[in-house]
């Protein structure tokens, strides 16, 4: 398959540009941050985003959603990206859906066409400590009676405060577990965490948790292949989502390049700061086909489709990073100030690189992968 | 079964009954088949191999078969080089007229010139070298001074060429000359073909740091050029040779790609050793490798994405620039970590075990990726002005 979108995906692109630019641009994310949002995230524009179908993007057609596949999964959070917009998209409508999907019963199942629609909102707690490390997953599920116990904490967990239901990682006897779990359930504790970023994740402590064998999405010890199927989907749209805000705030760099005049010329002219511009963009393009070849690959069932998201996170998360310290440095002073978009680029970034494994996590996979 | 996956098939059984053992695996830069008139052959293997391959047209996938081309459409060729890969078939023949002249041909040339050079460019018969860098004109290509006089139906064309690759080698030139002196410098060049065993052509090869002459400064001294061998509009030379340019980046860019021979982790591990765990026994050397395959790997998709993009008449054609810039950075930096991985072993620069320090002057070599073809710098300017418009570049 080409390495470039087609033409429905081209107008799924407009589409989320379009809606995002209108709905949620980087005003949204100030006035929910300025404003001290009880939620930090607005529950009227999840259900909009549902309305345009974005929210069910990968949700079957029978479960309400749009049944596309990676690509267009990752048209949409590059989208989100470029806006900044503080949205439940990667933890419930990728991560979530992702798992329920592949490895969710019928009941779990009618969670999806919530999901699709922006009226719930799911949040996946994998992570513990600071950095994320899906194979060892230190919370324990006891099994008890016919159901189980969960113990344990739980860091990181997107969107977590908001959640209408958890998908907690445990490890059980037989191994990794993933569990449907009610955060009203006695012993379920969460702490909003306000980010860096000004979106909100949570930690979640979870103290002798009963819950059901119904919870268990898929087997017990079934759950890390239902993780790396969800897992590699949510790198390659973070990915996604770091490729665009990296080339958004490249752009506005561009632009000020442009614009700005110094010794009585536009900084543009200097050569110093034209070849800086230029690794960049070739950069931005590396990550650009990283990332739609990994989310090609997702789509074909690669065997490798697993790596090339891990190469496609990292690749994009150290473009990304380098774009937002480029579009600082070459703003100077008014880069620095909080009246400038360019820091809340640097601020998301800076999040998007942590989740799902940062560049280091992922080179460490490449490189066991070739065996050195 | 779609028709793709037939081709792929299809493809696959004759590139088994085809492709002889010998030409399968690791393959040294130094053993490379260039044909021509005097093409010399590792094994007879590998010249049944040009011939088959040649016969076939996949020497030059793409091109379309009247010229001898594969006319192979885009994702047929890539099946192709995806199955070539997957028997670590050997380069059937390596080729500047693949690479560069023939872009320039289908593109520029005459009906004439595309059925007389074409074909023997595909079977590998005839061997081109590219006549453009001058002593004064370097990074500013298009100060060239060598002179074509108009003679009524030839030129009488004098002056020096340099850093003419294998030019001691080769069948035939393509070069530019200066056929208008009076006119702006990019408005007075002229792209022109002729024969290096044409009286008056001297070559001398250069040694380079790494004790090899792949390179040779080459002469003119009244050399005559028959008309017929202009390729493009007289004294519009320059279209030509920024389009083959392109050409040639991409080329050079892929290099990066390519790499040649063993993944650098494995040399690492052949020459170092794997702690408990497996891994390569120097941590920090096994990170910075860690970085370089990853960048390699989305390297070879940006690659693809922009033959992609190219076929679908999407690409800036400035984009040839940014593959040039990032490939042959990226095969300079492999190289460095594949002088790291070896140790004091590839320092070694005679004698057999290190096979005359095969190492050593790879790394040495790779040190003109970034500035044959237009140096980085010049690649960065180009991407600053084409592709960003930035004020002034």
């Known amino acids: 398959m080409p390495l470039i979108l087609t033409e429905e995906q081209t107008m799924l692109q407009d589409a989320a540009d379009g809606f995002l630019n209108e709905q949620a641009p980087i005003a949204h994310l100030r006035k929910l941050r300025n404003d001290r949002d009880a939620d930090g995230v607005s529950r009227d524009l999840w259900r909009a985003f549902g309305e345009m179908g974005f929210a069910g993007v990968i949700i079957p057609e029978a479960l309400g959603g749009m049944g596309l596949g990676a690509v267009e999964a990752g048209v949409i959070a590059e989208s989100l990206g470029r806006t900044l917009t503080p949205s439940p998209y990667l933890g419930s409508s990728i991560l979530s859906a992702k798992v329920l999907i592949e490895g969710g019963s019928q009941a779990q199942q009618a969670w999806l066409p919530k999901i699709a629609a922006g009226e719930a909102i799911l949040a996946l707690a994998v992570d513990e400590g600071a950095k994320h490390a899906p194979s060892r997953i230190a919370t324990r599920a006891e099994r008890v009676g016919n159901g189980f116990r969960l113990s344990g904490a739980k860091a990181f967990v997107l969107d977590g405060h908001v959640a209408d239901a958890l998908i907690v990682a445990a490890t059980a006897d037989e191994g990794t577990t993933l569990f449907l779990v009610d955060p009203a359930t006695a012993g379920v504790e969460i702490e909003r965490t306000m980010m860096v970023d000004a979106h909100n994740a949570a930690r979640v402590t979870l103290t002798d948790v009963a819950v059901d064998a119904d919870a268990v999405i898929g087997a017990v010890g079934g759950g890390e292949a239902l993780l790396d199927g969800a897992l590699s989907l949510g790198r390659a749209c973070a990915a996604s989502s770091l490729t665009g805000a990296g080339d958004q705030a490249f752009k506005t760099t561009l632009d000020y390049l442009r614009t700005r005049k110094q010794f009585g010329k536009l900084i543009g002219e200097f050569q110093a700061l034209q070849h800086r511009a230029a690794h960049l963009f070739s950069e931005l393009e590396l990550a650009r086909a990283a990332t739609i070849g990994a989310q090609i690959a997702i789509d074909e069932g690669r065997e490798g489709a697993s790596l090339a998201a891990s190469i496609a996170k990292a690749k994009a998360g150290r473009v990304a990073e380098l774009a937002v310290q480029e579009a600082v440095q070459m703003h100077g002073g008014v880069g620095m100030t909080d009246e400038y978009d360019v820091g809340l680029f640097m601020k998301r970034v800076r999040v998007l690189n942590e989740l799902l494994g940062d560049a280091g996590f992922h080179a460490e996979r490449v490189a066991r992968a070739q065996g050195f | ?393």
């Open chain 2, 1 to 393: 079964m779609t028709d793709l996956e037939r081709f792929r098939a299809e493809t696959r059984a004759w590139l088994e009954a085809n492709c002889p053992a010998e030409c399968r695996g690791p393959m040294a830069d130094d053993e490379m088949i260039w044909g021509g008139r005097d093409a010399t052959f590792k094994t007879p293997a590998h010249r049944l191999w040009l011939e088959r391959m040649g016969a076939r047209g996949w020497t030059a996938p793409e091109w379309p078969a009247e010229y001898g081309g594969g006319g192979l459409s885009r994702e047929e060729a890539k099946v192709l080089a995806s199955e070539l890969r997957r028997i670590k078939a050997q380069p059937a023949l390596a080729s500047f007229g693949v690479w560069m002249l023939g872009p320039a041909l289908l593109a520029f040339g005459t009906e004439e010139q595309k059925k007389r050079f074409l074909p023997e460019i595909v079977r590998g018969e005839i061997r081109w070298c590219q006549g453009y860098s001058e002593p004064g004109a370097g990074s500013d290509l298009a100060s060239i001074q060598t002179r074509a006089e108009d003679r009524g139906d030839h030129w009488i064309v004098n002056g020096q060429k340099i850093w003419t690759s294998y030019a001691d080698k080769a069948d035939w030139i393509f070069c530019l000359v200066r056929t208008d002196p009076d006119a702006p410098k990019h408005l007075g060049i002229s792209f022109v073909l002729f024969d290096m065993k044409t009286p008056g052509v001297t070559t001398r090869p250069i040694t380079l740091i790494s004790g090899k002459s792949p390179f040779c400064e080459t002469f003119f001294d009244d050399v005559r050029v028959e008309k017929e061998n202009l390729v493009g509009t007289l004294n519009r030379g320059w279209d030509v040779a920024k389009y083959l340019l392109a050409h040639e980046r991409t080329m050079i860019g892929a290099m990066g790609e390519v790499g040649g021979g063993r993944p650098v982790g494995q040399v690492a591990l052949d020459a170092i050793g794997a702690d408990e765990a497996g891994r390569l026994d120097e941590p920090m050397l096994r990170a910075r490798i860690a970085d370089l395959e990853i960048d390699a790997a989305a390297f070879r998709l940006a690659m693809e994405r922009v033959g992609d993009q190219v076929k679908a008449k999407q690409a800036h054609p400035a984009i040839a620039s940014m593959l040039k810039y990032y490939g042959s950075e990226l095969n300079k930096r492999r190289h460095e970590l594949l002088m790291a991985a070896g140790g004091a072993d590839a320092l070694e620069w005679e004698g057999e075990r290190s096979h005359d320090g095969k190492t050593a002057r790879d790394w040495l070599r790779t040190k003109a990726n970034s500035i044959e073809g237009g140096t980085s710098e010049v690649q960065l300017n180009i991407i600053a002005k084409h592709l960003l418009q930035l004020p002034g570049a």
